[in-house]
């Protein structure tokens, strides 16, 4: 092993072997060779199978020995069994960074997966090699068309991932790309039986292009780098972690996953209190968190701000509000009187906190972004939550056309408001409402503008970020 | 007030009094007499305005004593300060149920609202009539046309809902209609300033329509008398319960919304332990927990067999239920031997529980409905969750026809499964596919399995049930 290898080869290879490519051209187009070449990889790709010539239009050799050029990386998906053999070959032809994407290793929890993960650790022992894996999905790098799916966006941007699970990322990244996220690197590193997230985490530390990070760990091989990792990168970068495996019966489902050691409960809660690291409990809520650390401003304290319809509602939004640790004060005196003069005297519209303000026929009237700028600069609010729920208007005729209208108004308010706003789009129960719903979601995000389908979700993201903030003010 | 007055005239009345409705036909079209009209109400209605001789058709009358013919039931939508006035007229017309729709009473605030409410009082306690509301959107009986939003479903069903937010209610019965639920009767109740919670869930207790109940309360007037309602209705018939304001912000809300005193969360606690009401904390919840209620099987325990695809999602999925009081044991070894012969063997797929089952290419293989049956069958396991993500897929070719496919299997499996079973299909993040998914579940709803869109959804909803089945058993 080369510790100090640079994990730059790693994301940005000029050349990759693909070892077990499938010679049936057709299966292998949805195989590693298919996706590199599908999604656009900028080097070489080499695959190697004994019993090809050519697969999808490359040359293929028999093993990477036989390659007469250099290579920088190496996909090996073969059965496990073979794992050992093919590793030698690539530390003979000096490959420095070798994924290995098989799985049937230690996660296996039998004597020959054990055995096989021994028989690796001590083969990457004396070659000058690094290894990611085994049993994971590697590294996806929109910037150098290195990936492990591609539905993934080719388009590049600011968030980071450690992750060990691969399958989770399948569904993760594309969601996230909807929710208008884009990533730096993606990284699935399984087992961890060489590179670990610690020393990911501090490439992503030191990385420009990476501003916001978001680890999914189950068990940390070496607690006390992971845990300085995190401490330092968190203090100017953001760290959202999702422990998996923190309860007893995850810790069991861990040990079957990636033969992690879960960690006791207790240990995890000290690591969270000193690093000031995100703890998130679901995939979903790390995207909805992602969304959070990368759109909405600073927060300077927990009092927020609701600007929604119907006082049934703003009761339930207030209760999930307090139940996160936010608190909903009542409005000035003076912010009331000012309120009263654009809502309707008789229609039972509160103006305490939360704010009901009148939407217009079809959706956000004029006065409502006077409403939440009244709401914004009074002095007992922190942060503002604006909720919309278009699809309660659209048998009346509200339509495309004007969901994107208020989504306008909103992202215009957001933008020039004194304090930071969030704003939650439900969603309708009409497809072609909700499409209109998402859309509108889309245009508010890639506006910069936090917006979410939920306000537990809002909430959720919004106290997290106040709790973070007072974390950073803290140090 | 008559207290034994039969609700069913408030459910069922032949002639409706619209007081207020619209000289504007095209305004009133939006108003009560039109929603009547449009959602085909059965019986007369008569529009009141002083100064309109038709409205939509019907003759209109300056006050309801100028009706001529005999009249059961007023929707009162006018200025706070002439209800007074118009409920007297009510009373000596021999008027039974009056809908007070406007507000601007009580839950102001102010000392004019009230005064106002102190008026009404007063005025009723000497007429033989019973009030609903003030500041509430009054009833919804599909069965006889009597509706608040003519976007609700025509269809009747099980579900008898008691609330005192009628917006959320705009809310949350289409999106109920259409997670396939359909109601018996909905109340919108407001300030409960006479007609409480307590006599409407008397009235379902008894009422042969309704089977399951939830109500949304935020303050009771007569506790004694709601708490027996709920403790008796809810041995035989499950009552769901949202209690709005329960943290101190919350209980603010609430007091501007409909004048309620909130109650401490130490009685509401007490008053959930010993009714055994199955409490839910948001309106979405709510309609998650009514398709538990009606759709899933009871329960006979609290250890759950996970079938999921991807090792991360099963581990953050057993600490969810972890968390939800549920229990994710080891299946037993013979389970495991028989699981492992239709599992890949080196593709790191766990069989321990969770367990991953090869779903074929295209969603659900034949191997699926057997290794569901192989976890129900597991004398370890008390329910069965089953979470498919088509999306994942659909890159690969899987379209509607293949998602309707693995639905059907879920479904057929379902019906004949040992355990109760609940199915999750996530949603994906393209709206084409999001609505095969969609029409997925409403399949499945449909053919009477519980079904939903995030695995943290299913499991609040099963862990629910499993304390509610507790409970009847404990009786």
New interface residues.
């Given amino acids: 092993m080369v510790q100090d290898l640079d994990l730059n080869i790693a994301f940005d290879p000029q050349s990759i072997a693909v070892v077990g490519a499938s010679s049936d051209d057709a299966a292998e187009k949805?195989g590693w060779v298919g996706r590199l070449q599908e999604f656009g990889f900028k080097g070489k790709i080499y695959p190697i199978n004994p019993k090809a010539s050519v697969i999808l239009g490359l040359k293929a050799y028999p093993s990477v020995k036989a390659v007469p050029d250099p290579i920088d990386y190496a996909i090996v998906s073969i059965?496990?069994s073979f794992v050992p053999g093919v590793l030698r070959d690539c530390i003979a032809k000096g490959i420095k960074v070798v994924h290995i994407f098989?799985?049937?290793f230690a996660?296996?929890g039998m004597d020959e997966g054990r055995r096989l993960q021994e028989e690796v650790i001590s083969i990457i022992k004396e070659g000058k090699i690094r290894i990611l894996g085994p049993?994971c999905m590697g590294i996806y790098n929109p910037k150098t068309g290195l990936t492990f799916n591609?539905?993934f966006s080719r388009e590049s941007g600011n968030v980071g991932i450690v992750?060990?699970?691969?399958?989770?990322m399948?569904?993760l990244v594309?969601?996230a790309?909807?929710r208008g996220i884009r990533f730096s690197k993606v990284i699935s590193y399984g087992n961890a039986l060489d590179i670990s997230a610690a020393e990911f985490v501090e490439y992503f530390a030191k990385d420009a292009e990476t501003k916001y990070i978001f680890c999914?760990v189950?068990g940390v091989n070496d607690g006390i780098r992971f845990f300085k990792a995190v401490r330092d990168c968190n203090k100017t970068k953001p760290v959202i972690i999702?422990k998996?495996?923190?309860?007893?019966?995850?810790s069991?489902?861990?040990s079957?996953?990636?033969a992690s050691l879960a960690g006791s409960e207790l240990v995890w809660k000290a690591f969270f209190n000193q690093t000031g690291a995100i703890q998130v409990?679901?995939?979903?809520e790390a995207v909805e968190q992602i969304v959070a650390v990368e759109k909405l401003r600073e927060i300077k304290g927990r009092r927020i701000g609701i600007v929604a319809?119907?006082?049934?509602?703003?009761?339930?939004a207030?209760?999930?509000?307090?139940?996160a640790g936010l608190?909903?004060?009542?409005l000035t005196k003076e912010t009331r009187a000012e309120l009263a003069k654009i809502t309707p005297?008789?229609?039972?519209s509160?103006i305490?906190?939360?704010v009901e303000i009148g939407l217009g026929r079809f959706g956000v009237s004029e006065y409502y972004a006077t409403g939440l700028r009244l709401v914004a600069d009074d002095p007992n609010i922190d942060v503002v939550m604006a909720v919309i729920?278009p699809?309660?208007y659209t048998?009346?005729g509200i339509g495309a056309k004007e969901i994107d209208q208020s989504a306008q108004v909103l992202i215009d308010t957001a933008k020039t408001l004194s304090k930071p706003m969030v704003v939650v789009v439900?969603l309708?129960?009409?497809?072609d409402v909700?499409?209109m719903e998402?859309a509108a979601q889309e245009k508010i995000l890639n506006a910069g503008v936090p917006a979410y389908a939920?306000?537990?979700a809002a909430i959720q993201a919004i106290s997290k970020m106040a709790k973070y903030w007072e974390f950073r003010r803290s140090l």
């Fill in positions: 949805k059965r496990s098989s799985a049937g996660e296996t049993n591609t539905r992750s060990q699970t691969g399958a989770g399948m569904e594309p969601h790309n909807a999914y189950e999702l998996g495996g923190l309860t007893e019966g995850g069991g489902a861990v079957s996953h990636t409990d679901t995939l979903t319809r119907g006082g049934g509602v703003g009761v339930v207030t209760d999930t509000c307090e139940r608190k909903v004060p009542a005297a008789d229609a039972g509160s305490r906190n939360p729920n699809h309660v048998q009346e439900t309708g129960d009409d497809i909700i499409g998402l939920t306000v537990e």
